[in-house]
């Protein structure tokens, strides 16, 4: 079994800069692709970013595309999301996301069959 804390969250300002992170414990995630997801209020959970188990390949969703960043450090069993130029439309619970079957990296919900209990991110206009 393996168990994500994600921690980081807050309230900020348009613009404002959050790093949020997910540590994972029960075993090594070092070979597992990983992923950020986040649901706003009364929306569907979406597909925020992803990584592959080097961090040499990410992925991320257009709308956060240029201003979020996602890294992993596989010594400390971390993954972590750097969000800069915050809008009020990145509002939403923040989930970090473990696909523990070997596969790559994906934007697909399913994929993933870990995830911690999430994060608020909640930014000001």
């Known amino acids: 079994q393996v168990q994500l804390v994600e921690s980081g969250g807050g309230l900020v300002q348009a613009g404002d800069s959050l790093r949020l992170s997910c540590a994972a414990s029960?075993?090594?995630?070092?070979?597992?692709?990983m992923g950020w997801f986040r649901q706003a209020p009364g929306k569907e959970r979406e597909f925020v970013a992803a990584?592959?188990?080097?961090?040499?390949?990410?992925y991320y969703a257009d709308s956060v595309k240029g201003r979020f960043t996602i890294s992993r450090d596989n010594a400390k069993n971390t993954v972590a999301l750097q969000m800069n130029s915050l809008k009020p439309e990145d509002t939403a619970v923040y989930y970090c996301?473990?696909?523990?079957?070997?596969?790559?990296?994906?934007?697909?919900?399913?994929?993933?069959?870990?995830w911690g209990q999430g994060t608020q991110v909640t930014v000001s206009s």
């Open positions: 996301a473990l696909r523990s079957d070997g596969g790559i990296p994906t934007m697909r919900r399913d994929a993933y069959d870990y």
């Open positions: 029960g075993r090594t995630v070092s070979r597992n692709a």
């Open positions: 990584i592959n188990w080097s961090g040499i390949s990410t």
